[in-house]
Structure formats: C-alpha cells, structure tokens
C-alpha cells in the first residue's frame, strides 16, 4: 500500500471507534455506522467497512457480533483508551489533541 491509503485507512479506525465512543452503550450497528461515516466525509463500502471491523475486533479494540444481515460492535475499554489518545495502536490514527 502507499502512505495515503495507510493513512486514510488509520482514519477511518479512529473514526470507527470514536463513533462508538459517542454511542449509547458504545454500541451501533454497521448499517448506522457506514452512515455515520457517511456523514463524517468517510464513505466506504460495506465490505471495506466490515474488513476493518474484523481487524479491529483482532486488536481488542471491539466487539463484533456477526449475523447474515447485519454486525453489532461495541467499543471496548482498550479502544476507548485509543479514543482518548491513553494508548497507541499501529495501524490506528492517534487522535489530535483537544
């Protein structure tokens, strides 16, 4: 890959998780989660979507409950670390400093 699609993937993480982090429950489903994105100027495709899910739920960053239709995630405590910029993780944007 090159520099501006691992960049823009390392985005797109944080922006995964700090969605969940402003979620009720830390919790969204990934059809509210694609729109949220949406919404953010992060469009991706389902697929692109729920690959960076399963990569983020192998980090320990989420949950993902996986159905046919649909996958329900929830933000854990080390992704919520990662939202607060208490932790680093490779391949995850670190988030700018408030």
Not at 45 to 61: K, M, V
Not at 64 to 69: I, N, R, T, V
Not at 75 to 84: E, F, S, Y
Request: proline share 5%; glycine share 4%.
């Amino acid at each position: 890959m090159n520099d501006y699609t691992d960049f823009m993937r390392a985005s797109l993480r944080l922006a995964i998780c700090q969605l969940l982090y402003a979620a009720p429950s830390y919790t969204l489903n990934d059809i509210d989660l694609k729109k949220s994105l949406s919404l953010r100027g992060q469009s991706v495709s389902t697929d692109i979507l729920r690959s960076n899910l399963h990569w983020l739920h192998e980090q320990s960053l989420l949950l993902a409950a996986q159905s046919p239709d649909f996958w329900v995630v929830t933000l854990t405590a080390t992704g919520g670390d990662v939202v607060n910029g208490l932790t680093t993780v490779p391949n995850v944007a670190r988030p700018e400093p408030r």
